[in-house]
């Protein structure tokens, strides 16, 4: 004789059925208790039919609710780089959220390639998520940008909704990110405590954040007096090696009266930082160093760097929060920036 409890034989996996028997509750606030739904379920409730589902072993069939519902409870998210601290602070804003939503975050890389941004945004697409974030600037010239819109709109005619963060490259909903108007702002701040003359380190040509942000440090600097020749904008990795690789070009080539050099990100600026260093030099001293961003890291190397201030994890937040029909998030605009001044930019007296 086979034992047997709650109906079902050891062999056989409980069901959702089998624990709300055994909580004793219908099957629909099983239902809502276990798989996620915003529906509030009385907290006496969920707490039996928690107790109940780990008596049983039971875990939920998620590729059969994907089928019924036409989607899951987890959130797609893709960004450029997991190991940049912008990413993982932007991941780290979309996984707090989505906790309170009682959802599921998934990640992905796409090492900011088009084609396998591409392949990834089709393979997510083939397992229902809820929601897919893309938090990766992408290059201008890009032969997958139709094949991506048309594969991102297929997703949300079956259901699913999209959201882009940091610039509106495709017709969906959007967290812009003020990247132009914070690199003017800190060009003019820089001006304002006395650089004249500047240099660049950015991104490959063609990535789209990296030139907004370049295009406004240029409108900033015409503004209010500084110089920036084109022989010293430097192209290079879009990250810390990048960022090092560009400064050490920079004084291998004499600065020849540079004053303060401008990197497209934090993670740039801090490879920067480090060149200065390794040439003998004193960052903030020999020649001053600005980034964007803030990233939490900043605060802590030596000097403290200048930058412009991203709310990473409320862009995060944000995404999802629009991913999911709240009306605040739609209504709230670009995410403002914010000139942060620290040591690295001591300023000159004129």
């Known amino acids: 004789m086979t034992e047997t409890g709650i109906g079902t034989s050891k062999s056989t996996p409980a069901t959702l059925h089998d624990v709300a028997r055994e909580a004793g509750v219908s099957l629909a606030t099983a239902s809502r208790s276990l798989n996620g739904s915003t529906r509030k379920v009385n907290d006496e409730y969920r707490k039996r039919v928690l107790d109940a589902a780990a008596r049983l072993d039971y875990s939920p069939n998620l590729s059969a609710q994907a089928v019924a519902r036409g989607t899951t409870t987890t959130v797609a998210l893709l960004v450029a780089d997991i190991a940049d601290p912008y990413f993982s ?176 990100n934090d993670v740039m600026a801090v490879g920067a930082l480090s060149a200065v260093r390794d040439a003998g030099l004193t960052p903030g001293t020999d020649v001053a160093v600005a980034g964007f961003d803030d990233i939490p890291t900043v605060r802590d190397v030596t000097p403290a760097l200048t930058t412009v201030r991203v709310p990473l994890e409320e862009l995060g937040r944000r995404a999802l929060r629009l991913a999911l029909g709240d009306e605040t998030a739609s209504s709230e605009g670009a995410v403002r920036t914010e000139v942060v001044l620290r040591e690295s930019t001591p300023g000159i007296t004129l």
């Open 89 to 264: 602070s932007i991941a780290a804003g979309v996984v707090a959220e989505a906790d309170h939503e009682r959802l599921i975050v998934t990640m992905a890389a796409t090492e900011r390639d088009p084609e396998r941004e591409f392949e990834l945004v089709r393979t997510l697409r083939g397992q229902r998520p809820r929601v897919m974030i893309l938090a990766g600037s992408r290059p201008t010239s890009d032969p997958t940008e139709g094949a991506l819109g048309e594969e991102l709109a297929a997703y949300e005619r079956s259901g699913g909704r999209v959201v882009l963060i940091s610039r509106n490259e495709f017709d969906f909903r959007t967290v812009i990110v003020e990247n132009t108007a914070g690199a003017e702002a800190l060009a003019r701040e820089l001006v304002g405590i006395g650089y004249r003359r500047f240099a660049v380190i950015t991104g490959g040509e063609g990535l789209r954040t990296a030139a907004d942000r370049v295009e406004g440090f240029r409108a900033g600097l015409a503004a209010a007096g500084g110089t920036l020749d084109d022989e010293h904008v430097v192209r290079a990795a879009f990250t810390r090696d990048g960022g090092y690789d560009g400064m050490r070009q920079l004084i291998e080539s004499g600065l020849d009266g540079i004053e303060l050099v401008f990197a497209a």
